[in-house]
């Protein structure tokens, strides 16, 4: 099997500082959270920016840039910017930091879906913030907004004209056939690298099932031209992430995606994530790559032609 790919989401807008005091808020929580994460193995980071003092997802450029610079000096990962921030935000906010550093790689939502994440506000009785509790609430009529033109915008802004790849997040089988009319059309560049996002309320289930399924799809779809990681939020984030590595593919762990280390016992940090998940997959014969293997896997301009 190839080297395997370790993807770190270090801080997102999935989840509230309420329900975890790990999750990485400050500029200098998130740069040494991720610099953590790629000393114990993750070639990529990928990047969500928190306002400082209200813990609230932001699109800022200015947010991203707190601790954009430092990061990159002190560790060779490659960043992987957000394009899909919060689903609350507009186009034009989460596209804000992403032109302004052109990154080497983005993170693309391949289509419009529910993002449904008021069940976690049943298990919170504790809210840090005042923004928190209805931003969860209200997620029971949100509607997280990617269109085919958004798509294209996204692919043209920062693919063409600023030279970044794309973690292509594909929440349902749908997705997928999107991303073909998009390789059809031009606009995407091979070798795909495509993350199958498993266990968010309206998109596809953590059911191994749909893990095969998926594969099953992409094969029939891209043939030999695409790499597929696996992230599943939630605590079937360790069980599915390493069918995904005996499967041959790639993997993602961070606090975005799962707040857990196992069952019932939250982690400490995003490096513990990756050391688990490293042993893993070293157990099953597979190498971890390199940031430099990275980007020589997936085609990556270089970290000296970003804007940061």
Known sequence: MSKILIT???????????????????????????QGAAEAGAAILHLHARNPQTGQPSARAEDFMSFLPQLK??????????????????????????????????????????????????????????WEQPFLENSDDLVFKNTPRDIARILTELGVERGARFEFECYDVGHLYMLKHFVDRGLVQKP??????????????????NLMHMKVIADKLF?????????????QQMPLITMAAAMGGHVRVGLEDSLMISRGVLAKDNAEQVRKIRRIVEDLGREVASPDEARDMLGLKGADRTAI
Request: net charge negative.
């Open 223 to 235: 043939g030999d031209d695409y790499m597929f990681s696996v992230l599943a939020a939630g605590r």
């Open 73 to 130: 000096q002190s560790c060779d990962a490659v960043l992987n910017l957000s394009t899909g921030g919060s689903a609350v935000m507009t186009l034009d906010d989460r596209l804000a930091a992403p032109k302004r550093v052109e990154p080497e790689m983005c993170s693309l939502n391949m289509g419009s879906m529910n993002f449904a994440l008021y069940p976690a506000a049943a298990r919170i009785s504790d809210w840090k913030h005042d």
């Open 8 to 34: 770190c989401a270090v801080t997102g807008s999935i989840h509230t500082p309420s329900m975890s005091p790990y999750l990485p808020v400050t500029p200098a929580e998130i740069s040494d959270q991720a």
């Open 192 to 209: 795909l690298f495509i993350q199958f996002v498993f266990g968010v309320l309206g998109g596809m289930g953590t059911d191994p099932e």
